[in-house]
């Protein structure tokens, strides 16, 4: 009984949240969140076609990375007219020069143009393309990892401002030191000042401090989850987070850190083969365990394999090198998602997909607020509600989640 009064409880309060389906304001007071006319517009620039053409011709079991726009297609200055097509992401130069034979040999492919490289490095690698079918002509463009970390640098200013704003670009001395800077990194010299990837002012420094302020105050008054941190939502509960999925997508607020992130990544040998993008096929393969997932404005499950702690020391400990480790960061460089968390697989149980949550360093703990307090009593619960875009995502692979937990916290 006291459970049934729960659920309703869960639903009378769903039922009159803020969240709207029709492209109002939601009340999520996340000043980083696109939403309205941006939100739209971020959704209308997709290309779900060309993406999966590509997909076919450049494979993730091969280390590719096929994945939507960054930023904005809009803009006057000729330079950058092509800013953001669809890409492929090719982690290492190896690749990035194998993608360009494949490139060069597609039928209905012809190059556009390729960028300069600054002070002839390696760091501005960026090479595009259009593709021809019936009649339409698409872009694409080739990138490397240490393109994009140029390239996030080079326009961070963009992913905090309006889709859709005018962004001053930076010249081209500034590009030449900034590819300058990499070499230095790459090098192992570190400039005591780095004027370019600026310092997130987080409220709460850390992931794992995040989550442990979070389970100390597992009791705040939430309304709909007092005293509750996860539960199974009803049939009722499922399809109303379905029809009320935020419509906002979320910038990654570390990513004045994705550059370090990425040089330890690969320096530690790691191989972006281990982010994978979820299929009905692929899903029934999964093996028990935690993984970390991001929703794209394509409704792209992309994810990894989450490694225990005692997992990484055990192996490190063993090996005596460091474990690569990947993040939600790595599953769409630099563009916004539009929810991303965790979710757990049991093989032991008649339905795998047995837990989710909406809990991401990257995309959700607030780096501006008033105060802590308000960030999780504000924020949290908004989260929550972008389950939603993670299950029509599930929907349109027709992979089952009946009797899934939702959590709150991990």
């Known amino acids: 009984m006291k459970s049934h009064l729960f659920i309703a409880a869960l639903i009378l309060y769903l039922l009159h949240a803020s969240v709207s389906v029709n492209g109002q304001s939601n009340n999520s007071n996340d000043p980083n969140a696109i939403s309205g006319e941006d939100f739209n517009h971020l959704m209308g620039i997709q290309n779900v076609k060309l993406q999966i053409e590509l997909e076919k011709v450049f494979p993730e079991s091969e280390g590719y990375l096929v994945t939507g726009p960054l930023c904005d297609t809009t803009y006057d200055d000729s330079t950058f007219i092509y800013c953001s097509p669809v890409r492929v992401i090719c982690p290492d130069t190896e690749l990035y020069e194998n993608g360009l ?4 040999g597609m039928s209905n492919i012809t190059v556009i143009n390729e960028y300069p490289e600054p002070n002839g490095s ?12 019936d009649g339409l002509i698409d872009t694409f463009r080739l990138q490397t990892i240490n393109g994009i970390r140029y390239e996030l640098v080079l326009n961070w200013v963009l992913v905090y401002s309006q889709l859709r704003s005018d962004v001053s670009r ?3 001395s500034e590009r030449e030191e900034i590819a300058d800077y990499f070499i230095q990194y790459d090098s192992g010299y570190i400039p005591e000042e780095n004027p370019y990837a600026s310092d997130v002012p987080y409220i709460i ?3 794992q401090n995040y989550k442990d302020f979070l389970y100390s105050y597992a009791e705040i008054d939430l309304e709909f989850i007092n005293d509750v941190t996860a539960f199974v939502p009803t049939d009722e509960t499922l399809q109303w987070f379905r029809d009320n999925a935020p419509r906002e997508a979320y910038p990654n607020k570390e990513e004045a850190k994705f550059e370090e992130e990425i040089h330890e990544f690969f320096e530690r040998g790691g191989d972006l083969r281990v982010i994978q993008t979820l299929t009905k096929e692929g899903f029934d393969t999964l093996q028990s365990g935690e993984y970390f997932y991001a929703v794209s404005p394509t409704y ?21 090198k460091k474990v690569p480790r990947a993040n939600h960061a790595f599953l769409f460089p630099g563009e916004a998602v539009l929810t991303a968390g965790a979710f757990w697989i049991d093989t032991e149980r008649e339905n795998r997909l047995v837990k989710v949550n909406a809990q991401s360093g990257h995309y959700f703990y607030s780096n501006v607020s008033p105060t802590i307090r308000e960030d999780i009593s504000e924020r949290s619960d908004h989260y929550l509600t972008t389950l939603g875009h993670f299950f029509k995502a599930l929907d349109n692979m027709q992979i089952p989640y009946d009797n899934i937990l939702i959590s709150k916290l991990h």
């Open 101 to 104: 034979e494949i490139a060069d």
């Open 122 to 133: 390696s760091y501005d690698f960026e090479k595009y393309y259009t593709y021809r079918d």
């Open 170 to 172: 930076v010249p081209i």
């Open 205 to 207: 420094e850390g992931y």
């Open 300 to 320: 792209k499950i992309r994810f990894g394999r989450e490694l225990l702690r005692e997992e990484v020391n055990r192996i490190e400990e063993e090996t005596g």
